[in-house]
Structure formats: structure tokens, C-alpha cells
DNA sequence: GTCTATATTCAGATAGAC
DNA sequence: GTCTATCTGAATATAGAC
């Protein structure tokens, strides 16, 4: 637990803030490039595989002085699965609304594949956490990730109530928008492996983003 | 490393093998389960998080027997990623061929599906593997998955060139059939949760194999 | 806030008796 | 083939000095 001194914790109010204010900053930049860090092990190596010690070594810290900062290995982990899903959420949210499907299905997408383009460990943090049963992730998934999917899910039963997409299962065509596009994160050494590259490269995405379009768009094509 | 004592190692031809032929398929039989046991757990807790201890217990052995059948617990890796993949092929190969894509492709799918719904364990340890970037299984990956892409990615363009199937990027197409299948053994307890249930039954198995089929058939379809 | 030192637990692996 | 005993290394976490 972090303590501050008596001199700044009695002061209190505006004083307190402006003195407190530079620390604090630090504090959150410190806290910033240590999850962002522990993301990228987490991804690589699992809860279990990853190590403070490595983290820490990577940044030029000492382990004791990163549990400084996260009481317990587990704790960081969390923060590290609600800053994915957070951001997740600022991304994709509202995107499935309005009354243009086509539209809405395309910027879903495409948002969808950047995020695996620009947060490739942050998913894969999150398709460990799936795989292990979500043993310690399960209630937040539950109440912030089940409420964006039925709301989707609705607007999609709208637009086939109104017959401007034809009606499907929604909840397995969402499952499956989901699976195409986290694939070029979880899976992205695996493809590059087979496109004979070291890495995606912009192009790919590209190439996926045009391929899994016109599949949803094309199922969802009334009869 | 196992050695049979003199009395049977010395004899040779007809005879050992009558008198090994008994050891030896208890010894397969004990290997078997041991792989199956320890499939599930490198699926539920990776490399790294699974145990040999904990796999042990769970048959009933000790660890130090465990180790006398395989020497390291990487070699068990090993193995267990080798039954996953030959196992894979037994079921896949072949099937994208013959004159009728859209038999092929629903068969194709229908087995993945399958897999993903009787071997899930096997897809997850896959994954995890692949998520670590194939740290140990990269050359078995390149010399034996790889070939069977190509050879199925050539089959659809043969059919492209007879105007039997529209002309896409058959790769990333065969990537996004792949994570949609695979992601019902993957990510099985998100999809699970999220439909409110313990776990995904045949009903969810079929209403996904509807749903992906006709986005690949809808995709495919000749403009 | 950062460091040194240490407690504790647990994992993989080996040696050798039976 | 299976067991007991043991070695070795690594990891999380805590205590306390500065």
C-alpha cells in the first residue's frame, strides 16, 4: 500500500492537488508501461509461464520494485485483462446501430482488424484467460462484454424485421465476425508462417479485411 | 531410457515378438491415456501452467513413473501436439477435392466443426502453441500443415478457373474457415457464457455449421 | 520509492533400490 | 516398471534498511 508522506497527505484540497499532481503522473506513466509490458508476456507466455522477474528485467526495474506497484502477479493480470477489454469496448461500441447495415457490418470489421493489427498481445491475453475456463475474468466479461453482444443482436433482429438483412442465427454471426478477425492476432505467427513471412504486414490485413467483408456481407444478403 | 531385461531383449524374430507383443501394447495403451490426460491439461493451463505432478495425480501414478515413459515434459509436449496434428490431417485431408466445391466446402467445415466439438482440448493446446509464436513445434507446422494448404488452395483456384467459384484470396479464405471452426473448441467458454449456458451442445454446434457454411458458400458464389 | 535479504513453495529431473 | 529419496533451480511474496 502506498503511503505519502505527512507533509503532502495532510495537506488537503487544491494545495494537495497541485503538489500531488506531478507524482501522480509519474505514478500513472510507471503503471502504463508496466502493464503494457506485462501484456505483451502475458500474450507470449501465460499467466503461469510469464514471470515478474522477466517483466521487470525488460523494463529496468527490480521485481520488488514492480510489486511496488501491483501488490500480487494476479492483480497485475486483471488490470492488464480490463485495460484490454476497456479499450475493446471504446472501439467497438455503437458501431452496430443506425439503419445502413452494410455500413455498420464493414466499420465493424474494420475496426475489429485494426485492433488485432494494433493490440495483437492484448487479445491474446484474453484468448488464454477463454481457454483457461476465464477463471479470474469471468464476472467482468459477463456483465460488460453480454450486454454489447445483445445489443447488437437486437439491432441486427431490427434490420431483419425491417427485411434489410436476411435472418440468421445473429448470435453465431457475431461469434463468428469475432473469430475471423481475433484470428489475425491469436493466429498471426501461424499465418504468417504460411504466407511465408515473418510477420503480417499491412497488405494482409488488407486482404483479410476484404475476404471476411464480403462473407458477412454476402450471408447476410436477404433471400 | 526403457530397457527389457535379458531374458526377452536377447531373443530375436518370431518368438520376442510374441512375447513383447503384450508388453507392448500395454506400453501403448499406458501412453495413450497418458497423452489424452496431459492434452487436457496443456489446454486448460499451457505449457508452462500444467504440471507433470498434477497430470500424474490425476491418472493415479506418480510423477516419477510418468517420467519413465516420457523422458522430459517437453517430449510429452511434443507428442501430444503430434496425435493433434496427425489426427487433424486424418480427418481433413482429401477433403477439398473432386469436381463439386460446394459439397467440398460443406464437408469441409462439417469436419472441422466436428473436431472442434470431440477434441477441443486438442485445438486449444494447438493454439496456445501457435499463440507463443510455435516456439517448439514450427517445423513439424511448415513441413506437414503447410503442403495440405497449398494443395487446397490450388484445388479452389482450379475451380475459379472454371468459373465454378468466384475468384478470392483463397488463403485468407481458408484462414477464416479455420478460425470460425476452431474457435468453437478455442474460445468454447466464451461462446458458452455467452449464450448462458455451461457449456455449447450438438444444437449450437449445428446452428454455427449453418450459419458459417452459408457465409462460405455465400462468399464463394460466382458474381 | 527503491534496494538487499530471505522465507516459502513448487517444479522438473536424476539415482538407485526393489 | 515402479517406488523412495534427493538435487537443483526458479518463482512469488514479504520484511526491513536506506
Redesign the interface.
Known sequence: MPKRNLTTSKKAGAAAKRIDAPLRAARVAKVSVICAEAERQF???????ASLDMIAQTLGISRQNLLYYFPSKELLYIQVLDNVLNEWRLRMDGLVSGSNPEAAVRDYIRAKLRFSAERPAGS?VF??E?????PRF?EA??AR??PA?NADVKTFERWADAGLVAR??F???L??I???T???A??A???A???GKASLDEE?FE??R???T???L??L?PD
Open positions: 500474450a507470449q507466455y501465460g499467466f503461469e509461464g491474446q484468448a488464454r477463454v481457454m483457461a475456463g476465464m469471468r466479461m459477463m462484454a453480454m453482444m440468421l442465427d448470435r453465431h454471426l461469434f463468428s469475432w473469430a475471423s481475433q484470428a489475425y491469436d493466429m505467427p501461424q499465418f508462417c504460411m504466407l494482409d486482404r483479410a476484404v475476404v471476411i464480403r462473407q458477412m454476402a450471408a444478403k
